[in-house]
């Protein structure tokens, strides 16, 4: 850690380094004390004896010895040229020895306990600074860039800042200040000369050092990854089939991550730089299964069908009715999955809340609790059809119905007839059952299923086309006799209770059409409505209040 100068442990301000001095007499001078006392100069050489004959005498004398010089006793002249050179000579070392000194004088003014001009630490110039200047200057400048310093995370929604102080980011300036403060103080003093010139063409500059806590930038980066992080969500829909629009749809959500590897990269590069930045990070999404878009697609209106229901219907027929379609009311039906219109419905009786109404039965109408809940299986096999789902099971009524065309109707009964169908689409099936009334004066009640789920492919949409074959004329009338008193009758009374009727044999297609026109036709059905004779009841009992004849 730093102590009280910003500087680690340990570390010891440069100290000054003293100008090199040379021991001993210089070159110069030993010339100029040549020069001074000329008998410090080598003797002149001597000329090689000679020999004598060995007797004593020899060229110049039979004594052997060499004759005396004409010597005066006067010195010989240095020759000219070697006083030049001499003269040449000292003059160099004087001028070496004063251009030696002008360099000492000129290394000791630029700095001799001071940083020399041109040199720099992390862009603070120290020139002229003593070593304490320049901690302070560079204390004082890294506080200020620490202060400053900030990496900022600009997400889609949200905005984070990581300061100097949460990574414990500081500068080791140390080494660099040491480095700095050695420039042009080693080598020769021509050296040392050389360098310092040279800082006015090309400054030095050194940066320092970084360091942080990695550690904590890792902790911060992991944490903001879990922040970010989600899950995708799909979007939901909500089936309300009592409302008018019956769907009600949340946004998908994306699922997000990020991914810190890159984002530590470019704080990294920040943070070696000292420079401030704002990143925007990358992040990666995972879209959900189901959009919102896709399930309104698939939650599309396929058709809705009515029938009338007649205003001579009874209050009992009616309620049988209304309860019926709030039993279908809802209904969902997954792919592939099959539904039986009589498990919808439940059981007609009074406790499922039924009443007593005609109803159709081996032919005829007769009392009965829960009719008109015909009507509603009627219109829920057209809409059934019309929306391209696989009808499994279905018969006609024994006679046709007021509500609908011949061929189109479909009966259901607690212990036999019903109407089973199967969603054969790979999208859910909604149905809505209500009873609705027209805008007409009569108001008239109507029966109404509407079906949804994804659209018929192609702007494709299905219509009915039932076509009879042929009329089936209607049987001479028959007469019975009400042995049993089924109708009450007595011998005195006579009475049709039951009309004929012709019979129908009928067609019924699926048709599908684009654009109004059609694509294609499906038989569906071959349904006979059979003909039944008129049937004249009579009775066989006397009544006992009777005095009259017997007229057969």
Not at 148 to 173: C, E, G, N, R, Y
Not at 191 to 198: L, M, S, T
Not at 351 to 358: F, I, K, L
Not at 448 to 473: H, K, M
Request: glycine share 8%.
């Amino acid at each position: 850690m730093a102590n009280n100068t910003g500087y680690q442990a340990g570390y010891r301000p440069p100290q000054p380094v003293p100008p090199r001095r040379t021991s001993g007499p210089s070159q110069a001078d030993s010339a100029r004390r040549a020069m001074a006392d000329p008998k410090r100069t080598s003797a002149a050489k001597q000329p090689p004896r000679t020999s004598g004959n060995g007797n004593g005498s020899g060229q110049n004398g039979g004594n052997g010895r060499r004759p005396p010089s004409r010597s005066n006793g006067r010195r010989k002249k240095m020759p000219p040229v070697i006083l030049f050179f001499v003269v040449v000579l000292g003059t160099a070392v004087l001028v070496l020895g004063a251009f030696t000194a002008k360099m000492m004088l000129d290394v000791n003014e630029q700095g001799d306990n001071v940083f020399y001009q041109g040199v720099y630490v992390a862009n603070v110039p120290l020139g002229g600074m003593t070593v304490e200047q320049a901690q302070q200057a560079l204390q004082s400048m890294e506080q200020s860039q620490l202060d400053d310093w900030a990496v900022t995370l600009q997400f889609p929604s949200d905005t984070k800042q990581i300061k100097a102080a949460h990574i414990d980011l500081h500068m080791d300036l140390g080494q660099q200040l040491t480095a700095a403060w050695n420039v042009g103080r080693s080598g020769s003093l021509i050296e040392r000369q050389r360098v310092i010139n040279g800082l006015k063409v090309e400054p030095f500059h050194t940066q320092g050092g970084i360091s942080f806590n990695e550690a904590k930038l890792d902790s911060i980066l992991s944490e903001l990854a879990k922040g970010i992080k989600r899950d995708p969500v799909d979007a939901t829909a909500t089936f309300t089939p009592e409302e008018e629009h019956p769907f009600s749809f949340t946004d998908e959500v994306p699922g997000r991550a990020l991914d810190v590897t890159p984002l530590k990269d470019q704080i990294m590069q920040a943070v070696y730089s000292l420079q401030s930045v704002t990143i925007e990070p990358q992040l990666t999404y995972t879209q959900p299964q189901q959009t919102k878009a896709g399930l309104q697609n698939n939650m599309t209106c396929i058709v809705v069908v009515t029938t009338e229901i007649s205003n001579k219907s009874e209050p009992g027929r009616n309620e049988n009715i209304r309860v019926a379609l709030e039993r279908l009311n809802g209904t969902r039906l997954m792919p592939k999955e099959k539904a039986s219109t009589n498990k919808i419905f439940g059981k007609r009786t009074k406790g499922n809340g039924y009443q007593e109404a005609p109803e159709i039965a081996y032919g005829e109408y007769v009392p009965g609790v829960g009719g008109g809940v015909c009507q509603v299986s009627t219109t829920l096999y057209q809409a059934v059809l019309r929306s391209g789902l696989e009808v499994i099971n279905r018969e006609r009524h024994s006679i046709p119905s007021n509500y609908a065309k011949k061929g189109q109707d479909a009966t259901v009964s607690d212990n036999g007839a019903d109407l089973v169908f199967r969603n054969n689409t790979d999208f859910p099936i909604y149905i809505r059952g209500r009873m609705t009334q027209a805008s007409d004066k009569a108001k008239t009640l109507r029966c109404e299923v509407s079906i949804y789920g994804r659209a018929l492919p192609d702007g494709i949409r299905y219509v009915l086309d039932s076509r009879q074959l042929r009329e089936i004329p209607m049987p001479e009338e028959v007469q019975r006799a009400d042995k049993d008193q089924k109708y009450g009758l007595y011998y005195v009374d006579e009475q049709t209770l039951v009309p004929g009727r012709v019979g129908y044999e009928v067609e019924t297609y699926l048709v599908a059409q684009k654009d109004g026109l059609e694509v294609s036709r499906e038989l569906i059905n071959t349904d006979i409505y059979p003909e039944r004779a008129p049937v004249l009841w009579y009775g066989t009992h006397q009544r006992e209040d009777f005095t009259g004849d017997v007229v057969y």
